[in-house]
T-cell receptor
């Protein structure tokens, strides 16, 4: 059973479209995150949700909107996609102050053409 | 705010030798955790090792050990007896426990030569 699953794994779409990436974790973790990894492999946190509440909201364009229907799910919706949004997006989850850090999903490679 | 620095963009090591990947951090939080992750070419993020800021002993996990020097704010990863499968990107990360916010360094690409 996959602990943190993201769908889709690959997403190719045209500029201006709206798309969503889904994330689900079955670990019972209470905090979930979205990270963006750019072409230079730099990992930057975007959002963090704890028990469906937004905790961290980094400087991210408001075209990106996270949605957490329950603590096992954190979806990322992106409006009006731009070329610069092309990246790998990782979902992760953890318990609070977890010494094992985060469990990551396998990533979603988004390509905007 | 936390800052993580990995000064080695790329490293090479001969198979079966040991290698040290550098990581320094900066934080004003007294309670934090330090982590290393491996990202092979397949893209997944694999947790390797953890060190707590109050841990007295350096963490070890199999061939991985973390050389933690709190006063210097460094948390270097040592991989012993390198294997070809160790070739990957390695990320150092720090999480301050007052906000559960994990920040990553820029990564080091390790290549193991046969």
């Amino acid at each position: 059973d996959t602990a943190v699953s993201q769908t889709p794994k690959y997403l190719v779409t045209q500029m201006g479209n709206d798309k969503s990436i889904k994330c689900e974790q079955n670990l019972g973790h209470d905090t979930m995150y979205w990270y963006k990894q750019d072409s230079k492999k730099f990992l930057k946190i975007m959002f963090s949700y704890n028990n469906k509440e937004l905790i961290i909201n980094e400087t991210v364009p408001n075209r990106f909107s996270p949605k957490s229907p329950d603590k096992a799910h954190l979806n990322l919706h992106i409006n009006s996609l731009e070329l610069g949004d092309s990246a790998v997006y990782f979902c992760a989850s953890s318990f609070n102050s977890d010494r094992y850090g985060y469990t990551f999903g396998s990533g979603t490679r988004l390509t905007v053409v | 705010a936390q800052k993580i620095t990995q000064t080695q963009p790329g490293m090479f090591v001969q198979e079966k030798e040991a290698v040290t990947l550098d990581c320094t951090y900066d934080t004003s939080d007294p309670s934090y955790g330090l982590f290393w992750y491996k990202q092979p070419s397949s893209g997944e993020m694999i947790f390797l090792i953890y060190q707590g800021s109050y841990d007295q002993q350096n963490a070890t996990e199999g061939r991985y050990s973390l050389n933690f020097q709190k006063a210097r704010k460094s948390a270097n990863l040592v991989i012993s007896a390198s294997q070809l499968g160790d070739s990957a990107m390695y990320f150092c990360a720090m999480m301050a426990y007052n906000n559960n916010d994990m920040r990553f360094g820029a990564g080091t690409r390790l290549t193991v030569k046969p």
